[in-house]
């Protein structure tokens, strides 16, 4: 519940932005600055939501404790299973700064990298975040050239 509504304050803060940018009001330095912030808060929510939906969520994960993901396959799932023991991934379960590497790739690239989506709720809460990502850097750029 909580995610949801800084989701949506996300949203309604990117739409201010936009807002922003075509005013012309406010300096250059405080809305890169601002974009920035957004951007981060972007990859937070998101590694978040990733987090709390694999699986049916990090409780659920550790009560039935199961090798890999069943919404993204990380780089350690693609290992063979005779040869995880040489990895040390024998029982290799994300933790959150997998979603987070996720999740921050995937606004910087405007895509998935390292980990393909598997699970339809992954797809679509992916285009969202880059949805958001690419208007906000999409934004400062445009306002960026303006300036010069």
Known sequence: ????????????????????????????????????ELWLTNVVVFALWYWRLDGGGPNVRDKHPQFGSRSFIFPQMQIEKDERGRFSVENWRPGFVDYLFISFTQSSTFGPTDAPLLARWAKLLTMVQIFISLSIVMLLIARAVGVL
Not at 18 to 35: E, Q, W
């Open 1 to 36: 519940m909580n995610n949801g509504i800084i989701t949506v304050a996300l949203i309604g803060s990117v739409s201010l932005l936009v807002a922003t940018l075509a005013s012309h009001k406010l300096a250059p330095l405080l809305l890169l600055r601002s974009g920035a």
